[in-house]
């Protein structure tokens, strides 16, 4: 019994034991968490948040392709259809206009920029000046301009692909809001424009136009801000945001226009007088447009234009405005532009309409348009020959090595195009070799010709990871990459440079005033650049415009900008919305015999592009729309 | 050490000289007091005498009485097992497989208690006889079994929850690694589903009563292995005693916050009074693929992609020549022709399981011992020239001991070891993604390359794999998890304070770790040959530089541990032989480690109060008070009651005249609450709402090139939701029990519905601009789900030599989400979510295939045709799927999706079988159903030719549109060799019923004789041979409809046929 009473007592007693002690066993406060008190009273964890607030500048490098997706989707590269299980479907279907509320696009502007924004209001909010932690008065007034131009540069991009948002600037929702106070409708373009105007102008005098450490490379500057500013400008004066009428009917929950119904010569004067600014500020501070000298002091263009995507900012190049310091899949990018037979994904190709766009070196336009068989019209001045291969190597001043093996070097001279070149590829401006990689074009890391016929050709296959139109993209990629030997280069993302300032004033001068020698010298300073004679006195208007056009085509291809110069110019269902033609995939011989099934070398349908007219501006989200009844969806994709 | 492994080895040696000898030895090492050796001596002596008659004459002079006997059923047959004790003492024995007993009895008055489960016990004052020959009734009404309840034992009587108990032995029909495949049609009001059969991926999904809470939502019930909560997967069949299932409030309110998704309750097995029982079994079981997908070869695949561009206008695809080329077979290293799954999957693959268990003990100290060994392997093949093996295989080692030692008379300990270590050997990234070996043979058409030249260079294409080099050449991964489980628990008989009074404490601690290894490379891959040269060589460059040397990295090690404490009082009295009591009161708490800054933690209180009058009237009251650290302070605790009413008509007096047809009928009904603390799937997902986090998101660097300044990015994470509390249930239930002719035929029926509010979800209908980065928790949903389950079971034995039983269950759980963070827009519309069930499919409604009335004479669709917005306009033509506007607003969009079908989820489980013995030959068999289910077919490279020269080509493409068969009634619709996104979206065209009905189990076994066996020391030996998943009757026709696919690219199901013997050691 007394053992019993025992065993019964140390129960009972544990039993006990354990409903008192344990009447706080469950509180606890996790000890890990970090609260914003902590973040803001140290330095690195404030710059932290402020890097959370810069993380959404879009990658001009593999960004532009894979997430934005603007260089497929705009006439410069195609891609195969076969990638888009890879990841590149969204892009994909916007080239196949299957592009509605319901798709989805993986920057998703609508709902990410705002968790940006949302990020640097509480920034603005809660930052505080701690000198003696490194926090000084300088430096949080510094910080807290930069998430001013971030917020405003985010309602930028907002604006440039959905037209309208809704907007409610410097508002920091509590988590008990009223719907009345989150379910507002969009704000009238004009209106956000102004308001990130004078945002980005009152900036500009704030920050540093540039930063001398190049370990502040990538933060918003004076210049960065005025940048930003003068593109959004140039976009609202431009037809698409202009008295559009095709968006004469969008108007908000409260009836009120979200564009204006008139066009408004003036926005192309206010748009000029912002690249004005922009182009002296950036010029005193020392940015110029990056050019690099041949042995006897004249310019050479192709390392010019080379080098002007691939130098960074600490290697001399100035011409970058406005650059996004370290870009995520650097060596994907490389890799899928180059051929298959030195371990590139191949499958990437620029069209045959930029190939044609490419002037000669004599500066002219050698292809004016297609006939209805999609073969070319050709500019008799240009001296353009489609048919034939060369018959010698063509050499020129410059230390390019791209052009041909460098046992072809003859001193200064450097061949540009091997013998036995297809002649559509021979005698073109700097820029085009500079681009684009086409057929027994030089393969310099494989020290061989590209080889892109079937039946043997190292760099095609019967699969899609090899050029579908016959061609590869070289802009932008430095010769030293071999994806083979693993072997890549490091280079910047570039958002902004110093000659789209150029032509992007020249264009609005010429909108607002006609041709006059301002905009005769910003063209001709890039055209300078890239080596070609200046652009021939006494252009009309209209004649200025289409080579305003040109130069843009061909001095950004493959940046990501043309396919929003479509836009704005309203030109997809001319340039998007067609056949694409290229080389013949199937081609198994070096032939330009437009009757052989087996030539390589003829222009050939590739495939078909299409667009319509509601894809110029991005539909709201079916999701948001679904959640805010306030919103209206964008023309055209409503029905 | 025991005294009956003592007597074991002394029977053993007595065949010997000097016996006597030696069995005082032993007797002299046993570990037992209270001065007991004398008494087992004689019992021990008196077996002895029992097998060794010869020996008779050696008899011992001792005082205590001795007496034998034989025990029947009441048609004369032995009873094997029957315990008989000498009441009042611990003296007992069993009965040997002839019926037969001895012992020598101790007391003064003796008196023999028969007992065994399945008969009514009786007694026998044993006066001045020797010899007691006793026949026992058969008890079918099992008034007095016992069955598992939340945190006990009640008797089956009484009990007004709703459960299910399942025969262990019944969840053994296949050969499975996992328990859970074994569940779906076995086990009344579970739902389950094996959705792989890959070795280590294939454990079944399952859930009780299918889903009460919102997609997203922790659905999974609660497992507790011996009261612990375990995993049902790493437990090995055989070591389970019980098996019960918690279905509704009264039977799982206990559980509280933990409860709402019902319990799953697993007991293993306990040492029983009696010699020591050896058994072992063996299974070895040839396994193969249910189904696999049935491709086209390179000649129709490459005659389908011409065809396709001709009708796009374009080149041939590949030249007559070249087709020609394939056709005859001319090269077959340039102009292959190959079946990518015969490369990398194996016809027939193989799984053994051998257990071994012991099992015995005395009223002191009572042991079961299971030791189990399985192992899997797996179809992918691997390469037998390499010297390290990436074949996929799965072993598993498992052990549990659980010994309970009566440390004083009153006082109980039980100690409980258990654990596994398992490992898998696969290639390296075998995981059950989308991206596994399968999945990589769908991807490469057949003409492309072989899976090696015959110089040994490996072809690959960019960004695709070579499935056979994925399979065989990089390598291989070995993964081990290991687990402890130990439990000590202490109950001591309260009764010098009252009768039925006790308390017990029990303290487990579980430690789980794994660990992997990767030893990969990358071989050496060359672009396919496009030709051959001057001499015949293979033209092909290299495309990638692999490695020589199988890597090495250690991957991670993780584990977790749990320390569980309880304590418990219970007090159980049978007043006047008609007011029973049974209450009981617990407290408990649990911390769960792996590795997270804090560990997981709950506490809670439970009780039970339950009274039966008279065996008639039943009413119990159960509750769990218990919380969470999720809530903040002040919403942490609730308090989850359920009460339950039941009445036994059968034992009514006005029911006397009926009984001996209606064996039992009972109406029982429940109704009370239980809840759910996990915020997500998992309990790692989210915890403590009340805290806000900071989120690291969008990092960012700075400066012009490497080194760049780096900054982590934070920002606003979860907002912390002050007055955030648990999700609760509402379970009511209604069942009815009938037992007839003896209950060898019981039936019994359960209705049942859920309601479950306050469900935890994250608020969808904050609009984007506000900015948030996470979407805000809130107490939002409901969810109601109901159903009814019920199970058939007959047992009837005709004669002496036939035994029939047979089966039947049922289950149908259907839910409909009441209320739900539904954007404004889609409320009370088509596209609601809310009134739907969760997880239902969403797609267009198909209309058919557009006809060339459809279009005008450019090719354009006629006016009042709806503009299909999926697709690039131009490239819609006849033969194209039309869709339904359902909003009528002239174009077909994503706003036209409506609920199609139902869920992929079956909401109807059902499982019948019979089994038949004759003599020492039995059969059986079992078929398991699943209804309600569906899926949408698609995939990223479903349409043949969306994406030209990328994929495999389903056999059944004959069956399509074609401009000469332009036929509606066909499985494709137009290919076209560009996307045809148009017909890619999910719509009823791609919806199919996924019912399937298999024959999960047939068996067929035959137990020899023991007259052929006993010589060489076996009691019994069963040999069987079975079937699993033998048969599968679908409607859907391509690959296994159980399988988790849309697109079929997933490790396929498995059959299997095996043979096995299991053998009881004579001793």
């Known amino acids: 019994m007394k053992k019993y009473s025992i065993i019964a007592l140390i129960t009972a007693s544990s039993l006990c034991l354990n409903l008192t002690s344990c009447s706080d066993f469950l509180d606890k406060t996790p000890d890990d968490q970090l609260t914003m008190e902590m973040i803001f009273s140290d330095k690195i964890r404030t710059e932290d948040w402020l890097a959370s607030v810069y993380s959404s500048i879009p990658s001009p490098i593999w960004g532009y392709f894979k997430d934005q997706g603007y260089n497929i989707m705009g006439d410069d590269i195609t891609i195969p259809q076969e990638w888009a299980p890879f990841g590149w479907a969204n892009v994909y279907a916007f080239t196949t206009a299957n592009w509605n509320p319901n798709s989805s696009w993986n920057p998703n502007y609508w709902v990410e920029l705002p968790k940006r924004i949302r990020t640097g209001l509480i920034f603005l909010e809660k930052v505080r000046v701690i000198p003696e932690a490194g926090l000084t008065q300088e430096y949080v007034d510094r910080m807290k301009n930069e998430v001013r131009f971030l917020i405003a540069y985010y309602y930028s991009l907002l604006i440039e692909t959905y037209g309208t948002i809704p907007f409610a600037p410097g508002v920091l929702y509590e988590l008990d809001a009223s719907a009345e106070e989150l379910l507002i409708s969009q704000t009238p373009y004009d209106e956000i424009v102004d308001w990130v105007d004078q945002e980005l102008k009152d900036v500009s005098t704030k920050l540093p136009a540039m930063y001398t450490d190049k370990n502040d490379w990538g933060r918003a500057t004076a210049v960065m801000a005025l940048a930003t500013r003068a593109r959004m400008l140039l976009f609202a004066a431009s037809p698409l945001f202009n008295g559009n009428p095709d968006l004469k009917d969008w108007k908000n929950a409260e009836g009120v226009n979200l564009f204006a119904t008139n066009y408004d010569a003036t926005k192309w004067t206010r748009a000029?007088?912002?690249?004005?600014?922009?182009?002296?500020?950036?010029?005193?501070?020392?940015?110029?447009?990056?050019?690099?000298?041949?042995?006897?002091?004249?310019i050479d263009p192709f390392m010019s234009y080379y080098n002007m995507s691939l130098k960074t900012f600490s290697a001399g190049n100035r011409e970058i405005l406005f650059g996004r310091p370290e870009n995520p899949d650097l060596n994907n990018f490389q890799r899928h532009h180059l051929p298959k037979g030195i371990g590139g994904n191949a499958g990437m190709g620029v069209t045959q309409e930029l190939v044609d766009a490419f002037y000669m070196k004599n500066g002219i336009v050698p292809i004016t348009g297609y006939n209805a068989d999609g073969s070319p019209i050709i500019n008799p001045e240009s001296g353009y020959v489609e048919n034939g291969f060369s018959a010698a190597v063509e050499r020129r001043t410059t230390a390019w090595p791209g052009g041909g093996s460098s046992n072809l070097v003859d001193g200064n001279q450097r061949p540009i195009t091997m013998e036995g070149t297809y002649n559509m590829y021979c005698n073109r401006e700097p820029r085009f070799y500079v681009s684009v990689i086409f057929n027994e074009a030089w393969l310099g890391v494989a020290n061989r010709r590209v080889e892109f016929l079937q039946g043997g050709g190292r760099d095609t296959g019967p699969t899609f990871d090899a050029p579908q139109n016959g061609y590869n993209v070289r802009k932008r990629i430095s010769l030293d990459v071999n994806p083979v030997d693993g072997r890549y280069a490091f280079q910047p993302g570039i958002i902004y440079r110093l000659a789209e300032a150029y032509l992007s004033y020249a264009e609005a001068l010429n909108e607002a005033g006609g041709p006059s020698d301002e905009v005769y010298k910003y063209i001709n300073l890039v055209r300078k650049r890239a080596g070609i004679p200046d652009l021939k006195p006494n252009l009309t208007q209209d004649e200025m415009r289409e080579a305003i056009r040109q130069e843009r085509r061909v001095e950004f291809n493959c940046e990501g900008i043309r396919f929003h110069d479509i836009r704005r110019w309203k030109l997809g269902e001319k340039y998007l919305n067609n056949k694409l033609y290229g080389m013949n995939f199937y081609g198994t011989k070096k032939s330009d015999d437009k009757n052989d099934a087996a030539a390589f070398y003829k222009r050939t349908f590739y495939k078909s592009r299409s667009f319509t007219k509601r894809m110029y501006i991005w539909p709201v989200p079916q999701a948001q729309m679904d959640i805010n009844p306030n919103l209206r969806q964008a023309p055209g994709y409503d029905n | 050490m025991n005294r009956f492994t003592c007597k074991e080895k002394s029977i053993l040696l007595s065949k010997g000289k000097g016996f006597v000898a030696v069995s005082y030895l032993f007797l002299s090492l046993c570990p037992i007091g209270h001065g007991q050796a004398a008494s087992m001596y004689a019992e021990s002596y008196g077996n002895i005498a029992l097998f060794a008659d010869t020996d008779s004459n050696m008899k011992l002079n001792l005082q205590q009485k001795r007496i034998s006997g034989r025990v029947m059923n009441a048609v004369g047959r032995s009873l094997e097992g029957v315990s008989v004790t000498e009441k009042g003492t611990s003296n007992s024995t069993i009965t040997d497989h002839r019926g037969a007993f001895t012992m020598a009895l101790t007391s003064t008055n003796p008196v023999l208690q028969f007992t065994s489960v399945g008969y009514a016990s009786k007694e026998v004052v044993v006066a001045d006889q020797q010899v007691i020959d006793v026949s026992l009734a058969e008890d079918l009404e099992s008034l007095?079994?016992?069955?598992?309840?939340?945190?006990g034992t009640q008797r089956k009587a009484s009990v007004v929850g709703a459960i299910t108990n399942v025969d262990p032995a019944k969840l053994q029909m296949t050969p499975s690694r996992s328990l859970s495949n074994n569940l779906a049609g076995m086990v009344s009001g579970v739902i389950a589903v094996q959705r792989s059969g890959n070795p280590w991926f294939n454990n079944s999904d399952f859930w009780i009563r299918g889903v009460s809470t919102l997609a997203g939502g922790n659905s999974s019930p609660m497992v507790l292995i011996d009261g612990i909560e375990r995993s049902l997967h790493d437990i090995d069949p055989e070591e389970i005693e019980s098996f019960s299932v918690l279905k509704d409030a009264a039977a799982s309110a206990v559980y509280g916050v933990r409860g709402a998704n019902?319990?799953?309750?697993?007991?293993?097995?306990?040492?029983?009074?009696?010699?020591?029982?050896?058994?072992?079994?063996?299974?070895?079981?040839?396994?193969s693929p249910i189904k696999l997908l049935d491709y086209v070869g390179s000649v129709k695949y490459l005659e389908l992609m011409n065809e396709m561009n001709r009708e796009n206008g374009q080149a041939p695809f590949v030249s007559e020549a070249t087709l020609l080329n394939y056709k005859n077979q001319t090269d077959p290293e340039l102009y292959p022709d190959i079946n990518w799954w015969e490369v990398i999957a194996k016809e027939n693959a193989a799984l053994s399981k051998t257990n071994l268990s012991v099992n015995g003990g005395s009223d002191i100290l009572r042991y079961s011992l299971v030791l189990g060994y399985y192992d899997e392997d797996g179809i992918i093949r691997n390469d037998p020239n390499q010297e390290w093996d990436s074949s996929l295989k799965v072993k598993r080692y498992t052990a549990r001991s659980n010994v309970d030692v009566n440390v004083t008379p009153s006082t109980l300990v039980r100690i409980n070891l258990g654990g596994f270590l398992q490992t898998k050997n696969a290639p390296p990234g075998n995981d059950n993604s989308n991206f596994g070996i399968f999945y990589q043979a769908m991807r490469i058409p057949p003409y492309i390359h072989p899976p090696v030249y015959a110089d040994g260079r490996i072809p690959r294409v960019f960004a695709k794999e070579n499935p056979w080099a994925f399979a065989t050449q990089r390598g291989f991964e070995k993964m081990n998890h290991s687990k402890i489980e130990a439990l000590t628990a202490v109950e001591q008989d309260l009764k010098f304070i009252t009768d039925g009074l006790k308390a017990k404490a029990t303290f487990a601690f579980d430690k789980f770790s794994g660990n992997s290894v990767t030893r990969s490379k990358t071989p050496d891959y060359y672009n396919p040959a496009s030709a051959r040269d001057a001499d015949g060589n293979l033209v092909t460059d290299i495309s990638f530089h692999g490695e020589q040397f199988l890597g090495h990295s250690i991957g991670s090690q993780w584990g977790?541990?749990?320390?569980?404490v309880e304590t418990m009082l219970s007090y159980n009295r049978l007043f006047n032989n008609v007011h029973d009591v049974n209450t009981m009161l617990l407290y408990n708490q649990k911390d769960f480690d792996r590795g997270d800054a804090l560990p997981y933690r709950n506490q809670g209180l439970a009780g039970r109060f339950s009274y039966t009058y008279d065996n008639r009237y039943v009413g119990e009251f159960n509750f769990g008070y218990n919380g969470s650290e999720n809530f903040a302070k002040g919403q942490r605790f609730g308090f989850f009651p359920a009460v339950a009413l039941g009445w036994i008509i059968s034992e009514e007096d006005f029911m006397e005249p009926t009984r001996s047809v209606i064996s039992n009928l009972k109406i029982r009904g429940s109704i009370g609450k239980a809840g759910n603390s996990i915020l997500g799937p998992n309990i790692w997902d989210r915890r403590f709402a009340y805290i806000s986090t900071i989120a690291n998101t969008g990092d960012y660097n700075y400066g012009s090139e490497a080194p760049f300044v780096y900054r982590l990015g934070r920002a606003e994470g979860e907002v912390g939701?002050?007055?955030?509390?648990?999700?609760?249930?509402?379970?009511?239930?209604l069942g009815f029990e009938l037992g007839l002719w003896d209950n060898s035929i019981t039936y019994?029926?359960?209705?049942?519905?859920?309601?479950?509010?306050?469900?935890?979800?994250?608020?969808?209908?904050?609009?984007?601009?506000?900015?948030?980065?996470?979407?805000?928790?809130?107490?939002?949903?409901?969810?109601?789900?109901?159903?009814?389950?019920m199970s058939l079971n007959v047992n009837k034995r005709l004669g002496d030599d036939w035994l029939v039983t047979a089966i039947g269950n049922y289950t149908y759980a259907k839910n409909r989400i009441v209320e739900y963070d539904e954007p404004l827009s889609i409320v009370g519309t088509y596209r609601a979510e809310t009134g739907k069930s969760v997880g239902q499919l969403f797609g267009l409604v198909s209309e058919g295939l557009f006809t060339a009335d459809d279009f005008d004479a450019d090719g354009k669709l006629k006016e009042g045709i709806p503009t299909q917005n999926f697709s690039d306009m131009s490239n819609l033509r006849p033969g194209d799927i039309k869709y339904k506007d359902l909003n009528g607003d002239g174009a077909i969009n994503s706003l036209d999706r409506t609920a199609i079908g139902g869920t992929r989820m079956p909401q109807v489980i059902y499982g019948f079988g019979a089994n038949v013995k004759y003599k020492a030959v039995d059969f059986g068999f079992?078929?398991?159903?699943?209804?309600?289910?569906?899926?949408?077919?698609g995939g990223e490279s479903w349409l043949p030719?969306?994406?030209?020269?990328?994929?495999?080509?389903?056999?059944?493409?004959?069956?399509?549109?074609?401009?000469?068969?332009?036929?509606?009634?066909?499985?494709?619709?137009?290919?076209?060799?560009?996307?045809?996104?148009?017909?890619?979206?999910?719509?009823?065209?791609?919806?199919?019923?996924?019912?399937?009905?298999?024959?999960?189990?047939?068996?067929?076994?035959?137990?020899?004789?023991?007259?052929?066996?006993?010589?060489?020391?076996?009691?019994n030996c069963r040999l069987f041979l079975r079937g699993s998943n033998m048969l599968t009757f679908s409607k859907f026709k391509l690959w296994d409809p159980e399988l988790e696919t849309t697109d079929g690219l997933k490790y396929p199901q498995m059959k299997s046929v095996s043979f096995g013997l299991s053998v009881n050691f004579n001793n």
């Open chain 2, 144 to 151: 007095d079994e016992v069955v598992v309840v939340g945190f």
């Open chain 2, 560 to 564: 977790d541990q749990s320390i569980y």
């Open chain 2, 262 to 287: 019902g319990v799953i309750m697993i007991n293993t097995k306990r040492g029983k009074i009696g010699k020591p029982q050896v058994e072992a079994r063996f299974e070895r079981a040839y396994t």
């Open chain 2, 926 to 937: 079992f078929f398991q159903g699943a209804g309600k289910t569906y899926q949408i077919l």
């Open chain 2, 945 to 1019: 030719g969306s994406v030209l020269g990328a994929g495999n080509i389903f056999a059944n493409i004959d069956d399509r549109w074609t401009t000469e068969n332009p036929s509606q009634d066909v499985f494709w619709p137009r290919l076209g060799n560009k996307a045809v996104a148009n017909n890619e979206q999910a719509s009823t065209w791609w919806l199919r019923d996924m019912s399937f009905l298999r024959l999960k189990n047939i068996e067929v076994g035959y137990m020899f004789s023991q007259d052929l066996t006993k010589r060489i020391g076996i009691r």
């Open chain 2, 721 to 733: 939701v002050s007055n955030l509390t648990w999700e609760t249930v509402t379970k009511k239930n």
């Open chain 2, 748 to 789: 019994i029926v359960d209705i049942f519905q859920d309601n479950r509010e306050d469900i935890f979800m994250q608020r969808k209908n904050v609009p984007g601009h506000a900015g948030f980065n996470r979407a805000v928790w809130a107490n939002f949903g409901k969810v109601a789900n109901k159903g009814i389950d």
């Open chain 1, 272 to 298: 000029a007088n912002a690249h004005k600014e922009l182009i002296d500020m950036a010029e005193d501070a020392g940015h110029k447009l990056y050019i690099e000298n041949n042995p006897d002091g004249s």
